[in-house]
């Protein structure tokens, strides 16, 4: 059960660093908001799945899902929220230079 | 497994830089909202995760359970205040 969680974790961070680089590097608010979205809550969820393995059965799982459920809920909320704030507002997405 | 932990705990702290770095820079204040969003999902995980590595994880999911609800409302609020307005 250690290795596996261990494994989770280790997914779940390398989701998280893609995510980062992603905000870094993308061009744009429309495409950020993919980074921080997508990528974010799946990186999220691998590794909150692992540390509740590594917690075992009992109250502390439980807990530890219903935050993960939680912030399955808010995440995309928020991108959506503000990505169509962004639209509404008047900015236009980006795109390739003399193509 | 405590010190995987700590290693986990120290790269989860540089990955908040990072996105303190958008928060910093962001051409539009669409890309500080989404930078914030980004910053409470990873202080979500490192509470998390620092519960595990003091054994106190009853404690501190409760801690990061009111952290999540404060970000939707406060997120949502300046979300629908900047479609209102528009542009500053």
């Known amino acids: 059960m250690e290795i596996l969680s261990i494994i989770f974790i280790v997914a779940g961070l390398f989701f998280l660093i893609v995510a980062a680089i992603g905000v870094i590097r993308l061009p744009d608010v ?32 439980l807990k530890i899902l219903v935050v993960l459920a939680l912030l ?3 995440n995309p909320v928020i991108a959506h929220a503000t990505v169509r704030a962004a639209l ?4 236009k997405p980006w795109e390739k230079e003399n193509s | 497994m405590k010190i995987f932990l700590l290693y986990v705990l120290v790269l989860l702290a540089i990955l ?3 996105y ?41 999911v409760d801690i ?21 307005k528009g542009v500053p």
């Open chain 1, 30 to 61: 429309f495409s950020r908001s993919h980074a921080v979205s997508l990528t974010d809550s799946l990186g999220a969820f691998l590794m909150l799945v692992g540390i509740a393995l590594h917690e075992g059965l009992g109250t502390n799982m």
């Open chain 1, 72 to 74: 399955y809920i808010i």
């Open chain 1, 88 to 91: 509404r507002s008047g900015l």
């Open chain 2, 16 to 18: 908040l830089g990072v």
């Open chain 2, 20 to 60: 303190l770095y958008r928060v910093l820079q962001g051409p539009t204040i669409f890309d500080r909202v989404l930078g914030l969003n980004g910053i409470s999902t990873k202080a979500i995980i490192l509470l998390i995760v620092m519960g595990v590595y003091f054994e106190r994880v009853d404690m501190f």
């Open chain 2, 64 to 84: 990061s359970t009111g952290y999540a609800l404060l970000n939707l409302v406060g997120a949502l609020a300046v979300a629908k205040y900047l479609e209102r």
